[in-house]
């Protein structure tokens, strides 16, 4: 089996569980505050790395590297309380669609800074893909009614996009089990800065549960991980669109426990992302 079929296949594991930790996101921040949340699941999280990163992978990275994961920790940080404060205060259908530009942002940073190749085809599938999440995500009878909510996920895209290529640096070097964790230990030394300067309050009467929260936590960072790892085996370009095409998953759990409805331009999105992901993955035996 090739890396690139290997990057794929991680990539659709990141997928499936991106899809399910933002539906399971959204219901949680209906009962707990945004950031405290984001801090307590991805500290949780964590936790299982650093097990694993000091029992397979001990050893210090570069300079170079050590500098990246900072890099990497506050744009994380920054991407991911945005994203969850966008979450609490703006429509799902709003903020899911711009967040989902972060593909385009890597695409276009992984050519132009990478200098990675793809085939007329291969581009072609990409911008299936893209053209797909968006269709997914977005609602015709939707309109912002938070400018706040669209701006922050705006940020969340851009930086999120941006860490992906600083991501590839990082897991292309030695350590990079270790590496991964550094990131995520700068991401919440941020994060908790980032807590303190908001003052968010604690409400006990919309709190959810520490097992919730932790459950989202695993699914979250691991996801993240199987994201990161594709990106060491494959390109930026092809890994990043599918790990993040996750809207589809979440519209089809919103729509059979939420009884959301999916329409017409949802379900063409829907087959486009399927389309794309597995004439990709074909393509590349």
């Known amino acids: 089996m090739n890396s690139t079929v290997v990057s794929i296949a991680l990539a659709l594991s990141s997928m499936m569980g991106f899809g399910v930790a933002d539906f399971f996101t959204k219901i949680i921040l209906s009962k707990a505050p945004p950031i405290r949340t984001a801090l307590i699941s991805q500290a949780i999280g964590t936790l299982l790395f ?3 990163a000091l029992y397979f992978d001990f050893g210090v990275p570069s300079n170079s590297i050590l500098f990246l994961t900072l890099i990497s920790g506050i744009l994380s940080a920054i991407a991911l309380c945005s994203y ?3 979450l609490s205060i703006e429509k799902a259908s709003i903020v899911a669609p711009i967040f989902a530009c972060l593909n385009v942002v890597a695409v276009v940073l992984s050519i132009s800074i990478l200098r990675e190749s793809l085939s007329i085809l291969q581009l072609s599938l990409i911008l299936c893909v893209l053209a797909g999440i968006l269709l997914v995500a977005f609602e015709r009878s939707t309109n912002p009614s938070n400018k706040l909510g669209v701006l ?3 940020l969340a895209a851009l930086l999120a996009g941006g860490n992906a290529i600083i991501q590839k640096l990082i897991a292309s070097g030695a350590h990079f089990l270790m590496s991964f964790t550094l990131t995520r230990f700068f991401m919440l030394g941020f994060m908790f800065t980032i807590l303190l300067t908001v003052g968010e309050r604690h409400d006990s009467k919309s709190s959810t549960s520490y097992r919730n929260i932790g459950f ?3 699914l979250d960072v691991t996801s993240f991980f199987a994201w990161y790892l594709g990106l060491r085996f494959g390109l930026v370009a092809i890994v990043t669109p599918i790990a993040n095409s996750s809207p589809v998953l979440t519209v089809i759990l919103a729509h059979l426990f939420l009884k959301e409805r999916i329409g017409w331009s949802q379900r063409v999105g829907i087959v486009a992302i399927l389309v794309g992901i597995i004439t990709l993955a074909a393509i590349s035996q």
């Open 50 to 52: 650093l097990g694993a």
């Open 84 to 86: 969850y404060i966008a």
């Open 152 to 154: 922050l996920a705006l």
């Open 216 to 218: 989202l936590g695993l």
